[in-house]
């Protein structure tokens, strides 16, 4: 996506639909992927013929979308919905050689002329961006750490309930590796290791080739990350609310396709390893007044400001409900225990990474003013980006609102606190299931309303229970150890 950042601001540089078409002939453009994101996060598309694309379809939209077969969308009786491409986000995609192909991403309307749809979770970041303007800020600017794993071969069987259910993962960095080819890292002994170790710079390397001349997404560091079997980390450049769940999403559809490449596969799955690190989404959050970071002032404790200060409490203060949306599925949960470095337990503070949010420390001065920030630690990537930014605005939108304070940050090990002294630190602690995480939303939920429209929050909270009965309902395989003699 032609997006870029300058002075600590990003700048979106426009493509008109003129532009857009006079590129798809210059570059010899022969199809056109429509591509869009269901309400649970899915990236979906259709392919259209690039000679039949009018000024008319990019301007008022194509009539190719059946609603009621995208997960969460609509009913069955009321299924129309159109694609409107947003030119802005013409990329062309790179592994398409013989037939090329370029991509736009896509608002979704209702037919006949009946305004966008309400559970277009594009549209519901749109609108977030417009609430942000409302508090009396410009802008806000976002960059999430997307982790993911890439393994090698991935075997599952859990179609055949009656012969039992189970899953392998084969991949040259684990210390299970059978092939004795490589020189396998132990469990959350990954962080940063160098090659031939780490055996997947080459496949990094391509992906943030192709996110940035490709994509226009900008890339400023990647790496190998704490959890063996080949977890990684890219870093993308933090932009405009929307603008970043773009980058989000075309994120995740370029390490996949470049995984697919190397002839591996990748997975967002936040804990696919047992007793092993799981893969995060930290949410880094901004406010800005012009060319001004609103959380910034030098006067104050880790120069935080008083806005910095209320947008921490409103989330700590939300935390457990946005756990529904920032960690929507059962497996979001095996990655938020103790041990793992993933966080559990509503503080903030610092440098300590203990807490769900935290306060980067690298760097002090007006110099650096452009870099502060709040890391929410809680989100993963089978979140679906859109949402959880927007969910995450309402809650700080709502701290602001009702200057909520954090209250003292916690500088200690909260890991390795008691839970008599977390207690008396008043250290609250998330969900420990998809389901807990549900009730919380469902009690705690009128923060979301400014933001989310209509019944969206009502339809996540149904398709959470969904796959929480899925699961309810079937006996794990470490069960048979655990209870098989009882």
């Known amino acids: 996506m032609p997006y870029k950042v300058s002075h600590g601001k990003p ?152 012969k039992g259910q189970s899953y392998a993962i084969e991949s040259d960095e684990a210390p299970w590796s059978q092939k004795g080819s490589g020189y396998p890292m132990g469990l959350q002994e990954g962080y940063y290791p160098s090659t031939p170790s780490d055996t997947l710079t080459p496949f990094r390397n391509e992906c943030v080739n192709v996110l940035s001349e490709s994509f226009g997404i900008l890339c400023d560091n990647h790496h190998h990350e704490v959890a063996t079997a080949g977890q990684c980390e890219i870093d993308i450049r933090y932009d405009y609310l929307t603008n970043a769940a773009d980058s989000t999403q075309s994120y995740k559809f370029v ?16 804990k696919p390893i047992s007793m092993d690190s799981g893969s995060g989404m930290h949410t880094n959050v901004s406010l800005w007044r012009g060319k001004k970071n609103a959380f910034f002032d030098p006067d104050a404790d880790m120069e935080l400001s008083q806005a910095g200060r209320y947008f921490c409490g409103g989330i700590l203060a939300h935390a ?5 949306i920032s960690n929507p599925t059962t497996n979001s949960y095996h990655r938020l225990v103790p041990g793992y470095e993933a966080p559990v337990y509503v503080a903030w503070s610092g440098s300590n990474r203990s807490a769900i949010v935290r306060v980067p420390r690298h760097f002090k001065g007006a110099g650096y003013a452009v870099l502060k920030r709040l890391e929410f630690r809680a989100p993963d990537p089978s979140a679906n980006p859109y949402m959880v930014f927007s969910s995450v605005l309402a809650a700080g939108l709502d701290g602001l609102k009702k200057k909520i304070d954090p209250g003292d940050q916690v500088q200690e090990d909260i890991f390795k606190m008691t839970k008599a002294e977390r207690k008396k630190r008043d250290i609250g602690v998330l969900p420990a299931s998809l389901g807990e995480a549900l009730d ?38 470490h069960e048979f150890y655990l209870y098989f003699d009882v």
């Open 440 to 477: 919380e939303i469902e009690s705690d939920r009128k923060f979301l309303a400014p933001i989310f429209p209509g019944d969206v929050v009502e339809r996540l909270v149904e398709l959470g229970r969904r796959d929480q009965k899925e699961i309810a309902s079937r006996p794990h395989p």
């Open 255 to 270: 390490v996949r396709n470049i995984a697919k490449k190397y002839g591996k596969i990748a997975t967002m799955m936040p």
């Open 11 to 162: 700048l979106e540089l426009k493509y008109s639909a003129d532009e857009v078409f006079s590129m798809i002939q210059h570059e010899g453009i022969r199809f056109i992927d429509l591509q869009f994101t269901g309400l649970t996060g899915r990236f979906h598309h259709t392919t259209i013929s690039a000679n039949t694309f009018t000024p008319e379809q990019m301007r008022d939209g194509l009539p190719k979308l059946d609603g009621s077969s995208i997960v969460g969308f609509t009913s069955i009786d009321d299924s129309d919905l159109v694609l409107k491409p947003d030119p802005n986000t013409f990329a062309v995609v790179p592994w398409y050689e013989e037939n090329k192909t370029a991509r736009l991403l896509c608002d979704v309307y209702w037919g006949e002329d009946r305004g966008r749809l309400e559970r277009d979770p594009r549209g519901i970041a749109q609108g977030a961006e417009k609430s942000v303007k409302s508090a009396g800020f410009d802008f806000s600017a976002w960059g999430p750490e997307v982790e993911f794993f890439v393994f090698d071969k991935v075997h599952w069987d859990v179609l055949t309930p009656y």
């Open 320 to 324: 457990r409900a946005l756990c529904a």
